[in-house]
């Protein structure tokens, strides 16, 4: 599975925020890059002085929206940040992050990251209250419920959230005060760290380097951490708590020199390699390959458990962009060959372990598979690191229905064939378990074990086909 | 070395041009994409439908430059394209190639990478004469020597050539012809392949892939090849030929997936990364790691040479763009962390050895040393895949003064101290003949053995410091 | 009083609707340019084609917002749009209007040319309710008093509006209906016209011309009408009507080809520079000059009377945009002489009539006298097409406070004295009536007779300095 | 004739420059600015310190190209700019001006306001020696004639001018000098004015006032000035020479504020319209309407003449710009509509003197009668304050062939009834000497008689088409 295609998974967002600093917005710039992986199509900033809030947000890479003016001016001490995938039809800038409510005496800011699952009862509930929505994204509804709940800002939020399932990690910025909330299957992830006098949070810790923030601990499922000038306060929203972290975001999402819930992101991924490894006893191949980028983990760590060499097999075009021209139709195939080269003189000939992390349409895979055998390969053995992805995510992964998932509607076999490969593996659940170094997981997407109440989902996920 | 980087070499440009081909516009498009590692300050494509030319160019990435009502703009069967990478002063638009000569009847462009040895005397020569430049580019001067020789057009290419001393790949266009024009040393390297009907010429073979051509031969040096509507022409403009490609398009500058004379790039950077192992006997580390990306194939090489396990210890962000903030001169070490990250769970408490391309400044590798050692790197034994730069390069690599680079000033030891490096070592100049599997390399920048005549350069080359 | 100078009076806004034409976009946006000058730092459009609605608004003239592939985008058969003048501090795109609810069942979209004078107090109400605020603007509280009220769409906005107090013409536009409210005073002009089969409505009746329609009537002070599927319904908001129209917009603010209830306003202007030739029976003057673009009508009217030869003393530049560079502090009177040329030819050793519609600051006139006398005029004698400003305006014109007006510190002789001219002389509020053939007319900005009750702004104008 | 349409005149440019003057970037800028209606579609600035030479040129306005971040950019002492309109297929980049000639030792720049006729010859015969043009401006071929003429610069200067024939303003800088050259028949205008040390250069007069400059002369036909370190050079690169300025300077292109040959341009259009109503003795009509905003000045002429009053029967909308969607086809009037609104309660049921410079193609014309009519004038009498034009210019005004030159194909009966307009009459060729108090006219465009000879321009005027 491989960036900047359509046949590719999407995740919703990553969040980035600092207390009491004064480079708030700087450091959120910077965290906010090193979350760029997360979402590219918009990003945003809402900085404090601790009297009055600013705010600037557009659609574009944190690096265009954000110009060196643009920080200087968003004086603070206090900042959140978002850098947003847009799902199709919500890239509107209305949609864009952070949220702000502009109070008459003092505001509040919100960014999230995540998937409200009964969002559409909340919203129709506010509506009918008289609550006015200005975008088509869940988030607004994180703003009405706390603005319509009682008593000080932190039983507010608790207030609200008390309402929303679902999957996230959000924070809220008052003129004073940072709150981090995380959802109670802790199904994304979100971490805070130390800075010289102050605090940042981050989607993923892998932020924490740039910003020289040294890690404290992760907000936990169901926890409200609120920073505030009478100091740090840890509490829960609800008692009804588990731990699933979303599998996706070790087999594709986070970036590899990020810890998940402790465990670094490329080690659990090169495991994941080694068992496949240890599981392909029979295997005769002369290299193994990864597609770039987010393979090379597991590629690298299938090649050391196989002692098959490791071999730059697929080389990736660094300069593919968004306003790149697709290729016309009965082009098709150009488009992959515009991102990937397979290399000759090391593919041809060759016998080839492909490490890929997922397969979602199949499309790009076989492409792939078809570049390396247009090299030259003799044979091309597949194996994915991750389970079949079967069933859709409500959980914030932008794989809403069964049509766009070529694993449930075909077995293994087929799918082998289909994709024209010598031979096909996937990880199973218990393997790549054991690989992550955790059974806090939620696998829904791979077995149909949903960790949360469906609601309107219910009739989707019902309408899964036969293969 | 890595890119983004003030402390990086930088080549100047790609050239790529189509012959008889009804999608020229679009091919040329996807060639200079292929070529954009090469330059990316500037893109320029002119095409001929036979009896008229039309050209289009601008400041930016091939993706920004064009899209897609430009390229069917460009009607025509012929192109050529140029990728610019600009040297300082030189990134105004009038230097951003293809130069196009508009004439009263017919006219003819020119796309050129590389440097001319006596521009400085040509352009002279020509000034008195009368001749008009508008730019500060050498390029310029190719137009006006073709457009003062006399005869045929390609009789006035040669008398052009036979004149220029250097080291360049040039194209140049008519309304029916395409020319491709090597330098007498074979500094720069250009090939051509076949296309359906037609031809394309490339300065990287890496370019063919996505255009679908079938690699047929190299450019000679000295040599002037004319596609025409007669057929395809080979001549000489000089019997004063000798083969010496850039030492650096193997080290640095070319893609791994393309072919230097018929030697791929990876195969050579990988050798070059056994050999350094070889040369190893003694070291005690657990894990190797490549500067991403541009040392990951000397990086498996080691790792495979050596058996000590290939690991991702550094990680790029890939969203890295021209736009970016720079880190203020106090956190200047921020620069490299928004590129680079070490991973901590990697590193930490290891003996790493660290592979990078090649060593100018210093300054990066320093950083990078710095983060890993930050990060809990116990040793960093640094493997350089090519000799110490102690020479400056006069044909077109941008480093034009021995106060550049840290080699001219200082030895070995000195270098390890000064990068903070548990030991640092270099591959010697036969190792990397050896490596590269060719003699016919011109290493001037390591051992200032410069190939041609030095011109105006002579002053610059004989204030070599004292170490 | 002269455009583009922060010396000038700056009105908020102008509105256009269509309902029922396939060309609902097209049409609000010829409107809205014809309506450019009512506001030019943003437009917005929300269209219906009768089950969803589509929105575009962004900072800019209608012609940079938007392009032709815009309005084929937005398509519908219903459609408001809006022209901002942005008000210090609320320039950011959150208040660029129109404002949209976006409702899971339906929504409705809200555009707003005026002022709110309980503003404060409904907000703080509304934000106690629960009611969550995007931007500073007054605008919003509309759509969440329609949000919260009860009842039939029509019955929600008669309850929304009967809270309301302030000058206004708004438009709100429902997926299948179009409504039209002014405020109980009838501070701001709003008309409606036939299309061929539609209808459409205009803060100004020359938007009419370009879109061929034919003006029917103007929504009266309190009234609502609501264009829906059942037909035209006219209603009131609340009994407590009265008329007094703005006088500025006679004076000012509108396109001299504009009716207002039912006057022309080039018409009313001309008759009032015929009253002040009538005063000015002692006069000796060659020439009759009027600051261009605003004075002209006013300056034929005086021409015509007076028998004085109406002459263009005065050539305004056609080309200063919004980018301009503004000149240095010490250069300031260029600032006048690169939007305004005295014509020495025409002007030298004259006594000229020099017509302006009014004075705000007074340092533009001050600059135009200096310019024409620097070109050679002997006398300037300074006639002002209204009465002296002494008082702020709390409706939605940007003069809030005495500082900024120059007749509030001083009077006529003292004024004089600082403008440098030879004789200076207002319109006063009665020969004001007869020239605009209207006693309907609010002057409170002349003599300070609000026509509302002041809430908030009591203490503003209590503040009114001594003289 | 009125602006922003393709049924007008286009002049192509104008010219400035500042000799000696510490801002003379910033007053380049406010010259171009005064000179912007003499060329919309690009821009450009040459300065020079006295040592070294800076450019910027790009398309758009003035206010556009420049910032003040460019204008402190180009320092320097003195300068030369040009404002451009381009004619078809001109718009490149490439011709928009200064031209630079980059050379070795020093360089120089051109800006250029005019037609050379003989530019086929010239540039026939450079190409053949071995020159290479860039673009299809004839502007470079004096680039090419003075850098292949001999002798100090101002003898190259000489050489290369003695050799072009046709209509033209040029200025020429280079590190210390600037040379102003004027066309041998005077066809163009240009004149010089003192600045506080220094000199500036201008093609109108009216942009002095800006740069408080006072008025010295005109540059004289086949005169070149030199501003030179040794002070101010007057000589002339031939005796032939002649004075002809272009009638349709007076009549459209020149600002009125300008003075032309010492004759202001707004008293030169009154005088025409006041000779109009002269020989209007019969005339009944209730006012006089001009098209605003070029023929304000010969409707004020008419109406102080005939004691009609002059009204605003026409608005003009301000905020007409470049990226204005043009109306379908099938909405052909609306185009004239939204650049014009007829004041209905003006014009209904009057009859109107409609006065309007002069007649190109006529469509225009045809849609202000219609909208003069639709708003219910009773009868439209049109005076056009030139003479019909029936013969192309082949001196820089973009009316190339007969084709687009209605009164060339039709009498003025057949033209009156072609417009709908109740009566119709030109001012005739004496009668405009007269008003413009000068016989020094070439009038090529109204009776045929060309001031240079044709070169190959002859075969086009040959082709007249019968009435």
Known sequence: MEEWNED?????????????????????????????????????????????????????????????EHLKDLQGIHAIGHVRYATAGGSELENVQPLYAKLLKDGFAVCHNGQIINAHNLRKKLEAEGSIFQGSSDSEIILHLIQKANGTFLEKIKEAFSQIEGAFAVLVLTKDSLYAIRDAKGLRPLSFASLNEGVCVSSETCAFQVTNADYIDDVAPGEIIGFTPKGMIRTHYTTACDHHMCAMEYVYFSRPDSELDGINVHNARKRSGMIMAKRDKDIQADIVVGVPDSSTSAAIGYAEQSRIPFELGLIKNRYVGRTFIKPTQEQRERGVKMKLSAVRSIVADKNIVLIDDSIVRGTTSKRIIQLLKEAGAHQVHVRIASPPICFPCIYGVDTSSYEELISARMNVDELCAYLGADSLRFLDIHDMKEAFHTEKLCCACFNGAYVTDLYDYQSIIERKPKK
Not at 10 to 26: I, L
Not at 27 to 32: A, D, R, W
Not at 41 to 48: D, L, N
């Open 8 to 68: 590719v998974l999407h995740e919703e967002c990553g969040v980035f925020g600092v207390y009491k600093d004064k480079d708030a917005a700087f450091l959120t710039y910077y965290g906010l890059h090193a979350l760029q992986h997360r979402g590219q199509e918009g990003a945003g900033i809402v900085t404090s002085d601790g009297m009055h809030m600013k705010i600037r947000k557009r659609r574009g890479l944190v690096s265009e929206v954000f110009h060196e």
